[in-house]
DNA sequence: CTGAAAGCGCTAACAC
DNA sequence: GTGTTAGCGCTTTCAG
């Protein structure tokens, strides 16, 4: 194919082989895996002619071929519910960071929304052959279903952020009850009580967050109040968001019958900050507000959002950590990592008026 | 290997095969494949025969040996520089909402910094096989020297703003001189002569838009102040400049020598929102500040940005119809699909004092 | 040190 | 309708 393959430029598949370059260089295709891969002895000028070969070929090896007899790839797989969510696109940041130091690429999938469309994508994943694979908030359901567990026996696997109180796989996880308590508890000595909680549709840190405000309002004997949006993990949560804040302002009148909302992330805080502008409250003159997460622009926010900190670039770069050293096999018992999180007091809220 | 997988779970790759399903079922691997690929007529008492296998052994063809065999995936590979920066994690939003509908998986590789390993990454996904490729803002000088040319005779190829004078590939373009000149314009109408550019460090859009600054500013008379940020794609090139602005306060008074400023894409702007406020400055009292891209909290920063729309949105559905069309043969010839900009005016830009 | 040959798991002529 | 077989491009025994 050689030559030809500047004849054939355009058609598809006209690629080099191996068996080309070991034409070119008058050796067996043996020795030229040997030379390409450097783990057997070949004598240096052979090799020298093989490299030259190699050289004026444009000789790369079709990973494809050498994955269907080695199984492995040198690529980690990493799924993602939606990249457009600022904390999650911190959270790849240091994954990759940290896996390009270690030479692996990392594919990522995007956009998963559901349970089912979640194992899809792992399984396709496997299927390629990936060497490890990083989950940020899997869903509880294929936690709870095993699922992961099967997978976690055909591969390395770090989940980030998800159900896994007696879950015995790999886990890094931010330790959310902690700073979603601090929150709340800042929110209690500021003098409020009717908190109103701000989650999305299905989540475990969601539901999490939630069993956390219920144990604070019967503790301060006031009645829940739960506002739903739909996806949490898109840009669109702000509008959404937006949106519910004008809807709830019928039932309950925003600045007194809720003096303060407690939002699962600080999208959904965004929002409650433009639905509060919407209907001339001020924030937090009126209503205070708190979010989660602390992504970047939290801090650039009007006012300034006052949020939990998720460290999102040390959960990433823990992941990676965590996924290296399973594949190096180093770690043979499911590890659980932990980071911590810390409320960032900021302008977003003041004394209950 | 059926029964035998269930045993040997935790070992690698003792997954069913199409062998397997063949032996259970009773037939040649040949009708196994028939009924997987449903591409010859077989047989309906042999076909549900063959399906229980299937479904007994939990049988998934390996796409790997698919590949190699049939040179496609069914994926469509992209090039990010950065998904931190949200300009391109929209249009990566709408290149796959798009995608998805086509059943096209989306791979996504980011942090792509430099000519060399854009190179690299387009290689890996050829040689992987993927069906299309989408790269946003794509290095100039992989465009000028060839490669992207020699890549879209291998495989579908689309290109998202990128350098396209003359260049007879894919592309995708939003008119970012029309915005941007609207937002020369609007501060020069402004009173405004004192206007400093910032910019990141290599970029055709950003060298784009510098010439039409300077062009401006030969109009009006007035001499260049160009700052540079480094990597301007990630979330961290808010610090950088922010810091930058603090240093150019020595060599020049901001709001006195820099009336304006005029900026690369948001999150520059936000980096000087956030240093012009360091500097005790008000925004746009003493300073104008204009960005581009037109990200979701552009309008929720303190001032609110006025900034140039792109339309990420439309850039990725454009983008992604483009690459199928390409894939189906549907365009023959290279084609360019433009995309419109728009100045947004909010609240970070005023009269000159 | 080097090569022949048997696969990896699947598709696609080609026969029957 | 169904099966046989020759690959796809590479790695890896096993001989020499």
Known sequence: MGVLSIVFLGVKNLAVTIEDVAREAGVSITTVSRVVNDNYPVKIETRQRVEEAIKRLNYRPNPIAVSLVRKTTNIIGVIVPGISNMYFSDVVSGIEKYLKEYDYDVFLVSEVKDAKSEKKYVNKFIDRFVDGLIVLDPKTENILSGFYSDVSK?????????????????????????????????????????????????????????????????????PYIIINTDDGNTIEVVKNTENKIAEINDRYRIGRDITAFCACNDLMAFGILNGCSNLGLSVPKDVSVVGFDNIMISEMSNPKLTTVDQNMKTLGKKAAELIVKTIKNENKKPQKVFVDTLLIKRESCALVK
């Open 154 to 222: 055909r591969i390395p696997l770090v989940l980030v952020n998800g159900y896994n109180e007696g879950i015995d796989l790999n886990f890094v996880i931010s330790i959310q009850e902690k700073g979603f308590c601090e929150a709340m508890e800042y929110l209690i000595n500021l003098g409020h009580k009717k908190i109103a909680f701000v989650r999305g549709e299905k989540s475990y840190s969601y539901d999490l967050k939630e069993n956390i405000y219920k144990e604070y309002m019967n503790k301060i004997k006031s």
